[in-house]
């Protein structure tokens, strides 16, 4: 059997890693201990990031054709890759977090949503919170005119009604200035 039978498969699985993925994120990890490698890919697992080394040669391959060809530069020494399908901030998000322990895990480049983004781009969108945290915040956004209006009318109802309430006494009009 030659080599080329042999890696295909491996090839297409990481193509079939990447179709439809929101975001693929590439670092080297070259220096992290077995604890922090098994620490990050924990973290990653826990978020529904498919986490994979992978060699360069292979990768190249199955990104051929593909948005993600624009990460073929980035693809020297050794590479790991991270694939979220669903939360495109989530491996930059934990990547980046835990770079900042682990000095020897260093982000290379990735694509999210189609865009292809360097360390920095990286960096800047791994300050994005999950999509699950944004629609939290609207939700609470939205619900806290609703609490509020719900308790006014709560103190209204046991202070015995509308009718209970003061009415502000209009103002005054002023004589007009001639």
Avoid: W
Avoid at 11 to 22: G, L, T
Avoid at 99 to 107: G, I, P, S, T
């Amino acid at each position: 059997m030659a080599k080329v039978e042999l890696k295909q498969p491996i090839v297409e699985a990481i193509a079939a890693d990447i179709k439809d993925a929101a975001s693929v994120v590439l670092v080297d990890y070259c220096g992290l201990t077995v604890e922090q490698d098994t620490a990050l890919r924990k973290q990653l697992r826990e978020a529904g990031v498919i986490y994979k080394v992978y060699k360069n040669t292979l990768m190249k391959r199955a990104f051929e054709g593909t948005e993600y060809a624009g990460l073929d530069e980035f693809l020297e020494g050794p590479s790991a890759i991270a694939i979220s399908k669903d939360d495109a901030t989530a491996p930059a998000r934990i990547l980046c977090k835990f770079a900042k322990d682990a000095k020897a895990l260093e982000l290379k480049a990735g694509v999210v949503e189609g865009t292809v983004y360097g360390t920095e781009g990286l960096t800047e969108l791994s300050k994005i919170p999950s999509r699950d945290e944004l629609i939290s915040k609207l939700l609470g956004s939205l619900q806290s005119p609703i609490t509020n209006l719900a308790r006014v009318l709560n103190q209204i109802a046991e202070n015995g009604g509308a009718e209970n309430c003061v009415a502000a006494p209009a103002a005054e009009e002023a004589p007009a200035a001639e």
